[in-house]
Every structure is written in structure tokens, then in C-alpha cells.
Nanobody, 121 residues
């Protein structure tokens, strides 16, 4: 079992920045792929950025150049640095982990409870 807890969400104005964190605990040695997803009201959950144990990353086109995913293996923590935020980035952001590579598809086995990000214009 793996437990994921997100933090760092909040409300910012357009153009601002936030850094999300995801603390992992439990059988953390069992998963090799982690990612950030988001879900806006009335929309499907979408992949934002994913990273593997070697540090290789994939980003959704909508966030390339603005968001950066990273991980601190010693702290079992995943991060998402979000810059130049736009109102359309408003959503609940979720952390996910799995031993299988799902890329940006929301098929991951383990999920956090989510953290709200609100960007005002």
C-alpha cells in the first residue's frame, strides 16, 4: 500500500506561482512512476506531468514551459512547480503513483485526496 498526501494548493492571481508537494509513505519502493493530474468542475481528470524513477518527464502541452515536475527520493516527495498560472489552470490537483507506466492517462493505482488550485484573472 502507498499513501499520498498533497499540499500547497491555494488561490493566486493570473501570472502567479504555486508549488505543490506530494508526500508518499508506505511501500514506496513498489512504484516507479508518479504524476500530477487535475480535474476542473464538469471536466474529466487530465494528466499534467509525470516522472519516472530515472527522472524522465512528460508534460501536457497546456503546461509545457510553465510547470516543472520533480522528486526528492530521499524525502519520498513529489513536487509540481507552477509558474505563469492562468485561470484555466484552476482545478483540483491530484498526485498519483504506480509500478506501471500510464504516461498521462489516469490509470494509476494510488491517488492522493487532492488539493485545490484557484487562479483568478
Amino acid at each position: 500500500q502507498v499513501q499520498l498526501v498533497e499540499s500547497g494548493g491555494g488561490s493566486v492571481q493570473a501570472g502567479g506561482s504555486l508549488r505543490l508537494s506530494c508526500a508518499a509513505s508506505g511501500d514506496t519502493y513498489t512504484y516507479h512512476y508518479m504524476g500530477w493530474f487535475r480535474q476542473a468542475p464538469g471536466k474529466e481528470r487530465e494528466g499534467v506531468a509525470v516522472i519516472d524513477s530515472d527522472g524522465s518527464t512528460i508534460y501536457a502541452d497546456s503546461v509545457k514551459g510553465r510547470f516543472t515536475i520533480s522528486q526528492d527520493n530521499a524525502k519520498n516527495t513529489l513536487y509540481l512547480q507552477m509558474n505563469s498560472l492562468k485561470p484555466e489552470d484552476t482545478a483540483i490537483y491530484y498526485c498519483a503513483a504506480d509500478r506501471v507506466q500510464w504516461f498521462l492517462r489516469p490509470g494509476y493505482e494510488y491517488w492522493g485526496q487532492g488539493t485545490q488550485v484557484t487562479v483568478s484573472s
